[in-house]
T-cell receptor
Framework: GAGVSQSPSNKVTEKGKDVELRCDPI?????LYWYRQSLGQGLEFLIY????????KSGLPSDRFSAERTGGSVSTLTIQRTQQEDSAVYLC????????????FGPGTRLTVT | AQSVTQLDSQVPVFEEAPVELRCNYS??????LFWYVQYPNQGLQLLLK??????LVKGINGFEAEFNKSQTSFHLRKPSVHISDTAEYFC???????????FGTGTRLLVSP
């Protein structure tokens, strides 16, 4: 079946602009996770959703970052007033449920802030 | 706080040679351990996981790992590597009761003919 998909695959934006990154989890997966992969920080957790609620937002780096999930499916990660340090690959993952151990990752969105 | 250490940033090896990628973690509570592989311009793929039970875990593509609680290690091994194993390998830990994965910095495995 279809895996986790993310769009766009690449995004170049100017400093100060807002961007939205989209994640479509595997159908039927109730848990959804966002991670960020950057040269300086490696792979870091941002936020996870159980259904439409986000019990753990502890990894969001600043209040410029927000995420939502609607209908227990698609999730959008929004970065406002982008900065150069936001340049990274943003990875989304989903799992059948929060208690499930295997997280399935999407291909990521490469964000470049110029 | 949890942390994962992958001491080797890069491991060069010849095709058909054995390889070991090292991973150490720090946690005082029950943990679940994972190895993921990332091929260029792709997402992460799960190689294997340790949840409980037998400390020797076998995964896909001929990889295996051994959980050593006393040494807080979870090293990844393969007895004979192929060119196609060239990729970045990430060790990750998840603490019982928490959902997020904490990753190591990755080890780039370079297999040459």
């Amino acid at each position: 079946g279809a895996g986790v998909s993310q769009s766009p695959s690449n995004k170049v934006t100017e400093k100060g602009k807002d961007v939205e990154l989209r994640c479509d989890p595997i159908s039927g997966h109730t848990a959804l996770y966002w991670y960020r992969q950057s040269l300086g920080q490696g792979l870091e957790f941002l936020i996870y959703f159980q259904g439409n609620s986000a019990p753990d937002k502890s990894g969001l780096p600043s209040d410029r970052f927000s995420a939502e999930r609607t209908g227990g499916s698609v999730s959008t990660l929004t970065i406002q007033r982008t900065q150069q340090e936001d340049s990274a690959v943003y990875l989304c993952a989903s799992s059948l449920e929060v208690a499930a151990y295997e997280q399935y990752f999407g291909p990521g969105t490469r964000l470049t802030v110029t | 706080a949890q942390s994962v250490t992958q001491l080797d940033s890069q491991v060069p090896v010849f095709e058909e040679a054995p390889v070991e990628l090292r991973c150490n973690y720090s946690s005082s509570v029950s943990v679940y351990l994972f190895w993921y592989v990332q091929y260029p311009n792709q997402g992460l793929q799960l190689l294997l996981k340790y949840l409980s039970g037998s400390t020797l875990v076998k995964g896909i593509n001929g990889f295996e790992a051994e959980f050593n609680k006393s040494q807080t290690s979870f090293h990844l091994r393969k007895p004979s590597v192929h060119i196609s194993d060239t990729a970045e390998y990430f060790c990750a830990v998840r603490t019982a009761g928490f959902q997020k994965l904490v990753f190591g910095t990755g080890t780039r495995l370079l297999v040459s003919p």
